[in-house]
């Protein structure tokens, strides 16, 4: 091992010991050593052990760790340490401005194990409400955590989408004359996106020279990536994503769109039941020729839409204008940046009918939940703003944590004075699947919850799902009466979509809800209906879509539950 080796380990084991809380004398010896052993003129291998003893600073017990490393090439006490830490927080030591000392309160406090948790813990603004932690340095943390995450090459379908509609018009403004369309699974509106597609009829030589001029290397041009008879060339773009082009012919660009944007799953079963794709005018004309409806590009993953198709059922596709209110909304009584007023006038200025204001519960201490006595100071601001701001009305309701044994975490007295409960799972995400089914259905059977969050606590490129048997979960939200979420977080999108179409057919209904910290917030409702339209989800299906006199007539129907 070379000395700057043997250096880098004693500084990961200083940290890392630091991390756990360990003596602070002992931390400081190996960092010291470290420093020490990377100044060194000599390689310590090239040394005896005598004079390896004798340098200053170095003493016999790191001596010892020096000789381990030199004959073994590890270091057994950090080994012991390493296989100690989550795999995330040995991370976080990668991003600059988070020592070990905040890495120690992020996970020993928070509760934080990933990036990506760390991240939405800085959406939102949790890291405030502990020492060392200013607004400054969350947004410091939260930027580097973002550059860090984005060299990885997977990303989420919000962090590209203005690069991806940006880099589409510039081809077009570029090549005036030629057909580009993005296809693949930005087009199918794949929640996470390891490269972006495009079909064009630019030549192959013409769009090199063109890409190779705006500094983008190339990395393939050979192959059919798993569609037979269509080449591409693949480029690496801007913070290492994959740009993938097919080269078309006019005669056969809406061919190669409408296979580039269908799963295997749906073309193999298109091409069974309807035979090869033909040169056709547009992709209309493709399913014209086969005597099915158009089916659009979010809904081309399972064969079943197929039959639909067939018999002229396709379901009339929720948008973004038939939303009609803000659920599940956090102000700056708990974690939010904005007060009661200030989000319900954004709510107004979009022209929605309602909000349903959601502040986080008691349990969620790390949050600024809030206790019965704020409860109930907070009621009464959001009395006054109603009269204020008639006819728009502001709901209470409150994100009520599910606790450990599935209780909500407030009495039936307390929860009777909210027009809404959503209960989510904030906590002891790593609970066996059968305790943590045990604790869903208890909450999804309490009489008060209405709307159940997030159902799985997932966050996409960072944090696995809460262990679930969803269609018993399902199952148990049609029999209790329970609305499932569908956060439209561009992190969560929570319940995953390719379980709605089960919900949809159990009569549940989804709502797509914000779960706004901010009234920025507000817009990642896009991201849910692009969800939601995956699944197949209708306006009358979805929750935030009803009218202010629909939602007070299924209030009336959930409170019923009450009694």
């Not at 379901?315 to 007060?339: M, Q, R």
């Not at 709510?347 to 009918?353: D, E, I, P, R, S």
């Not at 044994?405 to 066996?432: C, Q, R």
Request: glycine share 6%; charged share 20%; aromatic share 10%.
């Amino acid at each position: 091992m070379t000395n700057a080796q043997i250096a880098d380990n004693f500084t990961f084991l200083a940290k890392i010991m630091e991390i756990h809380g360990e003596n602070s004398f002992k931390t400081k010896s190996y960092s010291s050593a470290a420093f020490t052993i990377d100044k060194l003129p000599a390689e310590l291998s090239t040394l005896p052990e005598d004079k390896i003893f004798a340098i200053k600073g170095i003493g016999e017990a790191i001596g010892k760790k020096i000789q381990v490393q030199l004959q073994t090439g590890q270091l057994p006490q950090l080994n012991e340490y390493i296989a100690q830490t989550p795999p995330g927080i040995i991370e976080m030591m990668q991003i600059k401005g988070i020592g070990p000392k905040k890495i120690a309160t992020i996970w020993k406090d928070l509760e934080i194990e990933t990036l990506g948790e760390l991240l939405y813990a800085c959406n939102e603004n949790r890291l405030l409400l502990y020492k060392g932690f200013g607004a400054k340095t969350q947004q410091n943390i939260k930027e580097s955590i973002e550059f860090y995450i984005g060299n990885q090459g997977s990303y989420l379908y919000a962090q590209v989408q203005a690069f991806a509609k940006q880099f589409t018009q510039q081809l077009q403004e570029a090549f005036p004359g030629q057909q580009i369309a993005i296809t693949g699974d930005y087009r199918r509106q794949i929640e996470v996106i390891s490269k972006l597609e495009w079909v064009t009829t630019i030549d192959a030589a013409t769009l090199d020279a063109h890409l190779q001029g705006l500094q983008l290397n190339r990395t393939s041009n050979d192959g059919n990536n798993g569609f037979p008879g269509i080449s591409f060339t693949e480029y690496k773009g801007p913070e290492n994503i994959a740009l993938q082009f097919y080269t078309a012919t006019p005669e056969n660009f809406y061919n190669t769109l409408f296979t580039t944007s269908s799963s295997e799953a749906f073309f193999q079963a298109f091409q069974q039941q309807h035979g090869p794709v033909n040169n056709a005018a547009s992709e209309e004309a493709i399913f014209e020729a086969a005597g099915l409806t158009f089916i659009p590009p979010c809904l081309r993953e399972k064969a079943t839409i197929l039959t639909a198709a067939a018999s002229n059922t396709l379901p009339a596709l929720i948008t973004k204008e038939d939303i009609t209110a803000i659920i599940h909304s956090h102000s700056n009584w708990s974690d939010g940046s904005n007060s009661i007023e200030e989000m319900a006038n954004a709510a107004m200025g979009l022209g929605l009918q309602y909000l349903v204001l959601s502040d986080h519960s008691k349990s969620a201490f790390y949050a600024n939940g809030l206790n019965e006595d704020r409860l109930i100071a907070q009621h009464k601001e959001i009395d006054a703003l109603n009269k204020k701001l008639a006819p728009f009305t502001i709901f209470k309701s409150i994100e009520s944590d599910i606790l450990n044994d599935g209780n909500l975490d407030y009495s039936n007295e307390v929860l009777s004075t909210f027009d809404v409960i959503i209960a989510s799972v904030h906590s002891n995400l790593k609970m066996p699947e059968d305790k943590a089914m045990a604790r869903l259905l208890k909450a999804i059977e309490n009489p008060y919850t209405n709307i159940l969050g997030h159902m799985t606590g997932r966050l996409l490129l960072s944090r696995n799902g809460y262990p679930l048997d969803h269609k018993k979960i399902i199952e148990a939200c049609a029999a209790n009466n329970v609305v499932i979420e569908l956060n439209a977080h561009p992190r969560r999108l929570d319940i995953d979509w390719r379980w709605i179409d089960y919900a949809l057919e159990k009569n549940v209904l989804i709502s797509i809800n914000p779960d706004a910290h901010a009234v920025d917030g507000y817009h990642d409702v896009a991201y849910g209906v692009l969800a939601a339209q995956k699944a197949g989800v209708t306006k009358q299906q979805n929750l935030s879509s009803f009218s202010l006199e629909a939602f007070q007539q299924f209030l009336a129907t959930q409170h019923g539950k009450r009694k």
